[in-house]
């Protein structure tokens, strides 16, 4: 064998072995380094967190219904506000917040409730701690829809209506309930805290 073949044999040799370590020490682009696939669950994002700059799309958002003159005020002390996509917010807090009651997570709930609201709900938690009675379970949201809102100073308030329907053991029942959040427009924090909860009479 010359030696120039026998020079391309130790140049290939040397690197798949380079090749090998890399692939060891990095992983490939779908795994973690020892070949198992990467897991993709999502991140919470944190309660506070420092709004980014949203570039103008030059497109105003629709104001319909008997909230548009409050929304309208709210938009203008907040051009990123959108009622669509407020809504779809305002549901999933919903679906996050009824849950987290449901298990009597006070850690997850305290975070994203007024002081009048948490101390409400953290009582009917502990009543229900106390008597063993069963926490009503969201079965499925049926509609929402923002029936409310307006604009206190740079303080916005925006209230839901939720129908939903709710188990407690064997019995299921529709629930309907006014959720009012709130947020200052001239904070930083986009998130909103709800403020009331009413139920509808």
Request: no cysteine.
């Amino acid at each position: 064998m010359s030696s120039s073949i026998i020079e391309l044999a130790l140049l290939a040799a040397i690197a798949a072995f380079v090749g090998w370590r890399l692939y060891t020490t990095l992983g490939s682009d779908n795994g973690t380094p020892d070949g198992r696939a990467r897991s993709e669950a999502p991140q919470p994002r944190p309660a506070s967190e420092t709004r980014q700059p949203q570039p103008d799309s030059g497109l105003r958002p629709a104001f319909t219904g008997p909230a548009a003159a409050g929304l309208e005020a709210i938009h203008a002390a907040d051009p990123s506000f959108n009622p669509s996509e407020f809504l779809q917010g305002a549901r999933s807090a919903y679906e996050m917040l009824a849950a987290a009651f449901a298990r009597g997570d006070r850690e997850t709930l305290k975070p994203w409730l007024d002081t009048d609201v948490y101390e409400a709900w953290d009582a009917a938690i502990a009543e229900r701690e106390k008597t063993g009675a069963e926490a009503p379970q969201l079965l499925r949201m049926r509609h929402s829809e923002i029936e409310e809102a307006r604009l206190d100073g740079s303080m916005a308030r925006v209230t839901v209506r939720f129908e939903a329907e709710l188990g407690e053991g064997d019995l299921t029942r529709k629930s309907e309930e006014y959720w009012t959040f709130m947020r200052d427009t001239s904070s930083e924090d986009p998130n909103w805290l709800l403020d009331d909860v009413d139920v509808a009479g």
